[in-house]
């Protein structure tokens, strides 16, 4: 299978998490991909997540009940572990769906409300940072 480029940013959907044109930035220092998500409610065996967001575009109140997720240790550029929630989902590059786990965190104070690592673009993707939005732009 040969590789697909994407730029260093894109614009993606997320149809299991009632989540279309979203802004993303590759991100290949990171492994894990992230997403913002503004609230997090752990009842029982349940995770009940709030997807809602006054900064990012396109995140309007949308809340998604998972009963599939666990939770990790991210470490941040800066050495920081965070232990986040994880879950699966998926995405939508070049009008073809892929399985993306995402971790869950308040990014309403970063530019991008997603992140995609290095875990998900790996054996499928080039980032080519001097190109934007390659994916959306074939839509």
Same mark, same amino acid.
């Given at each position: %299978? ?23 930035? %590759?991100?290949?220092?990171?492994? @894990? ?5 503004? #609230?997090?409610? =752990? =009842?029982?065996?349940? +995770? ?6 006054? @900064?990012?575009?396109?995140?309007? !109140?949308? =809340?998604?009940?998972?009963? @599939?997720?666990?939770?990790? &240790?991210? !470490?941040?550029?800066?050495?920081? #572990? ?5 879950? #699966?989902? &998926? ?11 995402? @971790? ?5 104070? %970063? #530019? ?18 001097? +190109? ?8």
């Amino acid at each position: %299978m040969s590789k697909k480029i994407l730029g260093r940013t894109d614009i993606v959907d997320f149809p299991n998490l009632e989540l279309f044109n979203i802004d993303v930035k %590759m991100d290949t220092g990171a492994y @894990t991909s992230t997403i913002h998500c503004s #609230k997090i409610i =752990e =009842e029982g065996s349940t +995770l009940r997540c709030i997807f809602n967001s006054n @900064t990012h575009k396109n995140f309007g !109140k949308t =809340e998604i009940v998972f009963d @599939t997720f666990w939770r990790t &240790d991210v !470490k941040s550029s800066n050495g920081y #572990k965070e232990n986040r929630y994880k879950i #699966k989902s &998926d995405v939508i590059f070049f009008g073809k769906t892929y399985k993306i786990n995402l @971790t869950l965190s308040t990014r309403d104070d %970063m #530019k991008f409300p997603v992140l995609i690592g290095r875990q998900f673009l790996k054996q499928k993707f080039i980032v080519d940072v001097d +190109l934007i939005n390659v994916s959306f732009l074939k839509k």
